[in-house]
């Protein structure tokens, strides 16, 4: 998990978490990840607002994604990047699709995100696949993944084929402009909430009058 | 302070031999190990209560009360006693019950349990487990305090002029502990109550249990049952011993790597850095569990593992051996001597606690429940 800090200093800064589950070095689905990430600070820059970006290699916690879903607990590396999450103001979350849905590797970490830390986060989907014919997987398979955990998913997703990485891709809404638009959608909806506070699972436990219905 | 074990009583086939128990044989291996623990000079006999396969113990007061007559010194407690699928008309009969029998030598500890189809099993919902742990305590409560109870709820059939039996021993009520790993309402609730709060943190960080336990100890404060570093506070542990600490690694792996829960997961080496498994030589435990009170203050009981993932009796009783010769009476001077006079060595006994009671009835007991019930300390 690597934090880099961007755009104009000012109000208190977003924090933007990227997720990117790609699988060889270096990776296409990283390349998309940052491009939407910089899309994202962009549009925050131009709304007069600064953030914090927070990258989270799913690779990189593979095997402790693996023993949580194991053991019930996290590492403390695959914990501090749940918390990163738990935290986030807003998530680029990108995956590679393989056997027509998002990675196996991609939907592990989304399964050890507690299920109510992402309610109502703005979330800007992104996939990456070898031809164009793999384009709608990222809203049959990952969407519903998000809708599930009651985020607040951007309408936009971004898919990019092997060949937007080069000429022969699409000539009239080309990568560019698609990374623009979605980084923009992001960036508007952070622009108009409050940046979240932290997560205190000890702040919120009812009193035990409340508990025993008294309260 | 309070060393002993606690079992799940799992049934697992030995990996390095391939021979696995059959329900019988492990029932009476934990009686063994229980029996064990006692002549051995440990402190707590803790027994696991399930109702699934490849766990045997289903019924922990009938255990427990065969070892309470086997046995002298040992207080004996459960690991846990579900609080959420058990009838609280039950619980109260039972431990009320066992505690007559083990005059006062025991104590209980409840959990909610995390086996999702047992909650339907015994006609109820996972879901409500917080509401239920909380709704079924305030019950076992009243049947050990109250003579005559007429009581409604949300979870059972309502009771009119209900006497639980046997009335608890000499009229106080077993010593509670509430355990829970992650949801800080059950820190509350032991909390609320003055009762105990253990963390069974075999399989998780340090970093979480000082959370929890800071938690428990502030909210024992707020409700006024004393000061925060004197609420009563247990911990988990897991150990593998031998005089060689390569020794203890070698044979150890096999089981590590096999072993429910954590089996074909995280490596011996990473588990051991992240959790309290220790494996290695007595003084390498030693090291390690002397250090908890650092992170948790001076707690009253530390209860081990040592009895999972297949191993042989022999072996365990090896383990129990090496603690109660090598690793307690070390540990034990350790926390003495470190502990401030005001925090309380043992988790109440059974004497305390009705001397505390017999003081309240005289109007002279310090500190006071939030139901008038006197609370030990």
Redesign the interface.
Known sequence: MTVHPLGRSGAAPRRLVVVSAGISQPSSTRLLADRLAEATVAGLTARGLTCEVTVVEVRDLA?DV??HL????P??AL?ASLDAVTNADGVVAVTPIFAASASGLFTSFVDVIDKDALVGTPVLLGATGGTSRHSLAVEHGVRPLFTYLRAHVESTAVFAATDDWGGTGDEVKPLPARIRRAGDELAATMAGRAPALPAD??GD????ET??GNG | MQFGIFTVGDVTTDPTTGSTPDDTERVRSMLTIAEHADQAGLDVVAFGEHHNPPFVPSSPTTMLGYVAGRTTNVVLSTATTLITTNDPVRLAEEYAMLQVIADGRMDLMLGRGNTGPVYPWFGQDIRQG??LA?ENY?LLRRLWTEDVVDWEGKFRTPLQGFTSTPRPLDGVAPFVWHGSIRS??IA??A??YGDGFFHNNI???MS?TQ?MVR?YRQRYEH?GHGRADQAIVGLGGQVFMRKDSQRAWDEFRPYFDRAP??G???SME?FTR?TPLTVGSPQQVIDRYSRFRESVGDFQRQLFLVDHAGLPLKTVLEQIDLLAEEVVPVLRREAESARPAHVPSDPPSHAQRVAAARAGDAGTAPAAGRDGEAVAS
Do not use: K
Request: aromatic letters at 20%; hydrophobic letters at 40%.
């Open positions: 095997h693996v023993n194991l053991t019930g607990f590492s403390q914990s699972p000890f436990v009812p009193s035990f508990l025993l | 917080l509401n909380v305030a800080p309402e509350e609730q909390a609320y399989f998780w960080p979480h959370q938690f409700h829960v954590y074909h997961g995280p990473d992240e």
